[in-house]
């Protein structure tokens, strides 16, 4: 009877090695890696270095935008479509530069953009 045994055992650790090769060798290759792309040289614009912990430091950097991507230049009277010396977030939708940072740009939170938070913006 231990001969049996032994044999089932035997068997169903077969069995079970074989379906986990079977799972294994299903699963898809990654896809090849990109090459890698030439990143275009930044100025570095500032750097800080913080101690930490066990004698640990931490280095900060900043760097220079390699380009601005976007309009961020605008004509006010033409983006102010009902004349109220503001413009909501309906009338800033025609600039899509304007329309993504209409949250950082409104400095206020009330919503629209008024002549002094877009300084910055303004032709």
Same mark, same amino acid.
């Given at each position: ?9 035997? #068997?169903? #650790? ?16 990654? !896809? ?17 270095? #913080?101690?930490? *912990? ?10 220079? !935008?390699?380009?601005?991507? =976007? ?13 109220? =010396? ?13 329309? *993504? ?11 629209? #953009? ?5 300084? =910055?913006?303004?032709?």
């Amino acid at each position: 009877m231990s001969r049996i045994h032994a044999l089932t055992t035997a #068997l169903l #650790l077969a069995v079970a090695s074989g379906s986990a090769l079977a799972q294994a060798s299903t699963l898809p290759l990654p !896809p090849p890696a990109p090459e890698p792309v030439a990143a275009p040289m930044q100025r570095q614009s500032g750097m800080a270095v #913080l101690q930490g *912990g066990h004698d640990e430091r931490i280095v900060v950097r900043s760097f220079e !935008p390699d380009s601005v991507v =976007g309009e961020y230049r605008i004509d006010f009277e033409a983006m102010d479509a009902n004349g109220d =010396g503001f413009i909501d977030r309906r009338e800033a939708a025609a600039n899509p530069t304007l329309e *993504g940072e209409f949250r950082a740009v409104d400095g206020n939170s009330d919503g629209r #953009l008024d002549r002094e938070e877009l300084s =910055g913006w303004i032709r």
